[in-house]
């Protein structure tokens, strides 16, 4: 819990907005701790992260505008409401895009992105879809916002609106994922999963809901901002999903009777490793948050009302590492539990009279694990990882808040290659004032040089 900046009062830290360094550092601990909890996704991160992204986005874009729009107070108000209510949001950032190659106003279908098709007098009219939206359909609201940087022909996609989740003109094609039903013995606690095609079928949004209309400018900062807080808040979950992994991979490795052994001590450090540079990537980014954003060519610059933003460098660094783990973190358990969990018998089999005492011996591989607790180990690591839910898991893992591509972008932008180079140069006792000079001598005709040599060569035959 925190004070709420608007009004005093004690509200859930998932609506906050952070002010702080401390901010940053609770909500990444916060988000670890629960998904400890629920073995996965807590669902409220993206509402959180939306938030804190449009709060900075639409006082910008006032400015921008002279004081002639509204959306910072819009907002304001939208999630006064968010707090004292303790709603759950949803992110709707990623579109459809189409044809990847064009960009949103040179689709064939201009609803290819979410856009604006009129505005009216009491609001706007929007249409397109987005996809791939986690938990839209248990969510209160919809924050949508533009997936990428856009053009001054692009100002129609340049778009942030919150409606109702079962808002009037919204279809969500939801996808359910569910890990296996129990019958007979139940897991200690099941989680649920869902993601949404969010399909706005020329949506009136009246303007009091609408946070940023046209001014492309901000539509890619947005974007850029969204990414960047959920990249934050992945370095909260994804070590959590790594602590829990880790367990797995040692309790797997006990009832397995190989604990041990050098190579299962090698794999716990290598789960181990990944899990904590993530977190302490994600500690960093929010030790040295401030009210400041990257700009290409202006690098870090003031930016919004006073809320604290992650360190960009950071935040990409730790969701890159983590992202690109996922699979490996798959193939560690999968070595270390063998065959077991893919081929592992029907928990109905266990209550059989005729099958029950047969299989608890066949199972056992340490004689101080009661087969009981050996088989419910076996059951979940097969409800997570030899399952349809956990392939969807592990695509999620690897590109819920960008891809790891997007992440190396981003780094590769905003870090200052250059001074490294100068280091180097320095150390190295590299002068550059030869490299100038090499560029101020006129480069021979090497076509000419040529004929004369052919004369020469004919001449002396």
């Known amino acids: 819990q925190v004070k709420s900046h608007l009004t005093g009062e004690i509200i859930n830290r998932f609506t906050h907005v952070h002010h702080s360094t401390d901010d940053l550092h609770k909500k990444q601990d916060m988000t670890r701790k629960l998904c400890q909890k629920v073995g996965g996704c807590i669902q409220r991160c993206m509402g959180c992260d939306a938030t804190n992204a449009i709060y900075n986005v639409s006082y910008e874009a006032d400015k921008l505008n002279n004081g002639e729009s509204h959306y910072h107070e819009n907002f304001k108000k939208w999630l006064l409401r968010f707090q004292q209510e303790d709603l759950v949001a949803a992110g709707a950032q990623t579109d459809v895009k189409g044809d990847r190659i064009k960009r949103p106003a040179d689709q064939a279908d201009p609803d290819m992105y979410v856009h604006v098709v009129e505005k009216k007098k009491d609001g706007i009219v929007v249409r397109g879809c987005k996809l791939h939206i986690s938990e839209a359909s248990v969510s209160d609201e919809l924050l949508v916002i533009p997936t990428r940087a856009l053009r001054p022909e692009d100002k129609d ?181 063998g065959g077991i969990p893919a081929t592992f018998p029907h928990e109905r089999d266990f209550v059989n009279p005729q099958l029950r005492d047969k299989l608890y011996k066949y199972i056992t591989r340490n004689p101080k694990i009661a087969p009981e607790n050996a088989a419910q180990l076996w059951r979940y690591i097969g409800d997570v990882s030899c399952s349809a839910t956990g392939g969807i898991h592990l695509y999620g893992s690897y590109h819920g808040g960008g891809s790891p591509v997007m992440e190396q972008i981003a780094i590769t932008t905003q870090y200052d290659i250059e001074a490294r180079k100068t280091m180097v140069k320095r150390i190295a006792g590299i002068d550059d004032k030869l490299n100038k000079k090499r560029l101020e001598i006129k480069p021979a005709n090497s076509s000419k040089m040529m004929v004369q040599h052919l004369d020469e060569v004919v001449s002396k035959k």
């Open 157 to 337: 996609y340049a778009v942030a609106f919150a409606v109702p989740g079962d808002y009037e003109g919204v279809t969500q094609v939801v996808t359910i994922h569910n890990l296996r039903e129990r019958e007979h013995f139940p897991r200690g606690f099941t989680p649920g999963a869902t993601d949404s095609y969010i399909i706005f079928d020329d949506v009136f949004v009246p303007w009091e809901r609408v946070f940023l209309c046209g001014e492309y400018q901000h539509g890619g900062v947005l974007a850029l901002l969204f990414g960047l807080f959920h990249r934050h808040s992945y370095s909260g979950c994804k070590p959590a999903i790594g602590d829990i992994t880790t367990g797995t991979a040692a309790l797997a490795a006990e009832y397995n009777n190989i604990a041990k052994a050098s190579h299962v001590r090698h794999k716990l450090a290598e789960l181990i490793l990944v899990t904590e540079l993530g977190y302490a990537a994600g500690y960093t980014a929010s030790d040295l948050g401030k009210p400041e954003v990257y700009m290409p060519g202006m690098g870090f610059i003031p930016y919004g009302p006073g809320s604290y933003i992650p360190n960009s460098i950071y935040c990409n660094v730790g969701r890159c590492l983590s992202g690109e783990a996922v699979y490996r973190e798959a193939e560690i358990i999968t070595d270390i539990c």
